[in-house]
């Protein structure tokens, strides 16, 4: 989807400049002037060079070091520390240069009037929106201590489950590296040796004999134009996955997996349900709260929905209602959802949500490695088991014919 710079006033007199993702202007411009945004320009996003750039720049914070700060800050606060002392405090422990710039900057700005949520606005590469809510709304409510300490466990809760999915790549990858390391070391080393002898002897090969030591002299005598054709391949499937089209087509294809579609899908419903908890319990309407959810599901079909979920929402339908027609959730989770919103504990019911996929999404995860390990170590074992028949092939050969 296309990004724009849009430059914004609000009603409290602030100029924003910010960027934002849309199918096209007129609908950008339509949308920010419902939610009450003054426009003063709109520009096409940034090049495609800057675009690369940015994707291998690193540009914020980790989560851990996220929750570091926040922790430092609850402490600090309830401790009745006045905000400059405070950021002063947490300056003084902060080693990360980048992230000590904009704690510098972000002192400055209170310093001189401006409050915390604003002056963590100003620097939207390190503090995501919704943490700035989060702050905003705290501040709002006077009890930033609680709306710290709910972010805090937000973030934890994801997190966790982050390093699950990620726990439970490790493993499989590790065993395809080194499953692909072996079939190189047998095409690159053994296979050449091998039929240099046999070549020397003059031997009738059989015909994979023959066919093997073909694609190895293949990747040998082309390897330069096979790397450079699969870097292109690369770089072009990278390009294509930052169009409009192709971030669609991918993010519908993580969707269709057999399995592990519905690991993506759980992972997805379980961040939406708690992120919208969280912000809903900071005291941000409900419109407002599910547009800024939309952001965090990582996948453009999801995000799309999303969206729709918010502007059917705004138009008068219920959450609910909304949810299920946009197909957002499962069924399962459009009655849980039912029941939270009819008897007015929403919050309590997304957490539940959440909590609910999060169990699933761990559990299919431990079915799936443990699924995977063998089918991937009997697929590189045929692969490699293969190559050796091929190569003593001949030797069988001769025995027979000897014998």
């Known amino acids: 989807m296309p990004k724009y710079i849009v430059s914004l006033g609000t009603d409290d007199g602030k100029a924003l400049e910010r960027e934002y993702d849309s199918s096209d202007e007129k609908s950008l411009r339509e949308s920010l002037s419902r939610d009450g945004y003054y426009i003063f320009s709109v520009k096409k996003g940034t090049s495609l060079l ?14 851990k070091e996220l929750i570091s700060f926040n922790q430092e800050l609850l402490a600090l606060t309830k401790a009745g520390l006045p905000i400059i002392k405070t950021l002063d405090a947490i300056m003084e422990r902060t080693g990360e240069k980048r992230f000590l710039d904009a704690l510098k900057e972000v002192r400055e700005a ?10 963590f606005e100003r620097r939207p590469q390190i503090f995501p929106s919704l943490y700035v809510s989060t702050v905003r709304a705290g501040e709002k409510s006077g009890d930033l201590v609680f709306s710290l300490r709910r972010y805090i466990e937000y973030l934890k809760k994801m997190e966790g489950v982050r390093k699950k999915i990620i726990s439970a790549s490790i493993y499989p990858a590790m065993l395809i590296l080194v499953a692909t390391g072996v079939i190189l070391f047998l095409l690159s080393y053994v296979v050449p040796t091998f039929s240099r002898i046999y070549l020397e002897a003059g031997s009738d090969l059989p015909y994979p004999t023959r066919a093997l030591i073909s694609i190895t002299t293949l990747l040998r005598d ?21 169009s409009e089209q192709g971030r669609r087509r991918l993010d519908q294809l993580k969707l269709n997996i057999p399995f592990a579609g519905h690991i993506f899908t759980g992972y997805a419903i379980s961040k939406f349900a708690r992120t919208l908890s969280t912000v809903l319990g900071g005291g941000i309407p409900l419109v407002e709260s599910v547009r ?33 027609a946009e197909g957002l959730m499962p069924p399962l ?30 559990s299919r995860l431990s079915v799936l490695t443990t699924l995977i390990e063998p089918a991937l170590m009997l697929i590189m074992g045929g692969f ?20």
Do not use: C, H, Q
């Open 50 to 63: 800057a675009s690369l750039k940015s994707r291998f720049t690193a540009k914020g914070i980790s989560a």
């Open 110 to 119: 209170v310093k001189g009037g401006s409050s915390l949520s604003d002056a």
């Open 222 to 242: 082309y390897s330069l134009v096979l790397g450079l054709l699969f870097v292109s391949l690369m770089v072009s499937l990278s390009l294509y996955s930052r």
């Open 292 to 324: 800024m959810v939309s952001g965090v599901l990582g996948n453009k079909i999801l995000e799309n929905k999303a969206n729709n979920v918010a502007r059917r929402v705004e138009e008068g339908e219920s959450l609910t209602d909304s949810v299920d």
């Open 333 to 362: 989770a459009i009655r849980m959802l039912g029941v939270g919103e009819g008897s007015g504990s929403l919050e309590e019911m997304l957490l539940d949500i959440a909590s609910f996929y999060e169990d699933e999404v761990d």
């Open 384 to 403: 490699v088991a293969a190559i050796v028949i091929a190569m003593y092939l001949p030797v069988f050969k001769l025995a027979e014919t000897a014998g």
